[in-house]
């Protein structure tokens, strides 16, 4: 779904699946499986997957990534689980946040000390479009239900 590629850095976040399937109830019908991949420029690197995304938040995902090619000001996009956030600077800087599941210490995380993971990526309209494109797809595959 989405890839993002600067300076030897990269972010890989897809949706895996519904984690209820089956469910009918809308609350549990709508979570989404989401996994990311990282990779430093460092060589560091990690992987993570979880229900951490609704699918209502997808849509607002897009509209945001949307708004980013009216008016890009300076903005954060959060999610009800922590675990993952957007940010977008006047300089064209996407930052991706990272924290709790998704952070590098993963299990090792201490939520008293530890603090979210910043990566940011340079980005062009193109890639901004691409972006736009890409979570579109993806609300086709995991519709609200």
């Known amino acids: 779904m989405i890839f993002l ?3 030897g850095n990269k ?3 897809s949706i895996q699946a519904y984690e209820f399937p089956e469910a009918n109830d809308e ?3 709508n979570w989404l499986v989401v996994g990311i991949e990282i990779e430093q420029e460092d060589g560091v690197g990690w992987r993570a997957h979880g229900p951490y995304l609704r699918t209502r938040e997808l849509v607002k995902l897009l509209r945001w990534l949307q708004n980013l090619t009216v008016k890009a000001t300076p903005s954060r996009m ?4 922590g675990e993952l956030a957007f940010d977008y600077t006047d300089d064209m800087l996407l930052g991706i946040k990272l924290d709790f599941s998704f952070h590098p210490k993963g299990a090792e995380y201490d939520y008293l000390v530890d603090r979210e ?3 940011y990526f340079r980005v ?3 890639e901004i479009a691409d972006l736009i494109f890409a979570v579109e797809q993806t609300i086709k595959t995991f519709p609200e239900r």
Do not use: G, Q, T, V
């Open 78 to 81: 959060d999610f009800m689980e």
């Open 124 to 126: 062009n309209d193109k």
């Open 5 to 7: 590629f600067d300076r």
């Open 11 to 13: 972010f890989a976040l």
């Open 27 to 29: 609350l549990d019908a």
């Open 117 to 119: 993971c910043s990566l």
